[in-house]
Each structure stands twice: as structure tokens, then as C-alpha cells.
């Protein structure tokens, strides 16, 4: 069973940048689509990006579309988001997620495209 665990949150300034890794246990990553969602204090899980098996297809959401890159390294096992431009709106617990076998790219924003998930890594960005 593949489980993933994110690190590389912390504390940043406004435009400042931060890049998390996405790391999986119990399976590969170039046989897994991967998904990053955050949940800011208060709000909803929000999907904000994901990318496919192959790497080819990388979808993002509308609020960090231009500022935020995910990237798969199939020889770390890893999946990477570099994010930029950092902004206080972009605070909260930012997770990765496993796709299910009924995963549909159009729809991986979506939480129900997931099974297993990380616990999760702050991220605070102060003005």
C-alpha cells in the first residue's frame, strides 16, 4: 500500500518562496498520480494541483496557477511543489494524496480522487 509524507513547510514572507516534497513509501511514483490540496483555519481542503502517472498532464487551480510548479522525480520517489511569490492567502496545512485506481485527471482537484493522504505540513506566509 503506498503512503506518502510531505516535509518542507515553514514560515515565509510575503513573495518569498517554498518548495514541499511529497515522498511515498510502499509503491512508486511513476505508477501513482499525485495530488496537493491545503486547508487554510477555518476553510475546506481545496485541491490546488496534481499531476498524472506519466508526469505529462499537471493541472492547477486557478488560485496558484502562475506561482506554484509540481514536479515528479521518479528516481527520488518524490513529487515536488515549488511554490513562488508567496502570498498571506496561501497560509494553511498543505497535503499530498495518493490517486485511486478510478482516478480521472479532469478531475483531480476533486478530494475523492484520493485514497491514501499525508498528515500534512504548515506553511505561513506573513505580510
Known amino acids: 500500500q503506498a503512503q506518502v509524507v510531505e516535509s518542507g513547510g515553514g514560515s515565509v514572507n510575503i513573495g518569498e518562496s517554498l518548495k514541499l516534497t511529497c515522498t511515498m513509501s510502499?509503491?512508486?511514483?511513476?505508477?501513482?498520480?499525485i495530488g496537493w490540496f491545503r486547508q487554510a483555519p477555518g476553510k475546506d481542503r481545496e485541491g490546488i494541483s496534481c499531476?498524472?502517472?506519466?508526469?505529462?498532464?499537471?493541472i492547477y487551480s486557478d488560485s496558484v496557477k502562475g506561482r506554484f510548479t509540481v514536479s515528479k522525480d521518479n528516481s527520488r520517489n518524490v513529487v515536488t511543489l515549488q511554490m513562488d511569490n508567496l502570498r498571506p492567502e496561501d497560509t494553511g496545512v498543505y497535503y499530498c494524496?495518493?490517486?485511486?485506481?478510478?482516478?480521472?485527471?479532469?478531475?483531480?482537484?476533486?478530494?475523492?480522487?484520493?485514497?491514501?493522504w499525508g498528515r500534512g505540513t504548515q506553511v505561513t506566509v506573513s505580510s
Open positions: 494524496a495518493v490517486g485511486t485506481p478510478w482516478f480521472v485527471t479532469a478531475d483531480c482537484l476533486m478530494r475523492n480522487q484520493y485514497g491514501a
Open positions: 510502499g509503491g512508486r511514483m511513476d505508477s501513482h498520480p
Open positions: 499531476i498524472s502517472i506519466s508526469a505529462l498532464a499537471r
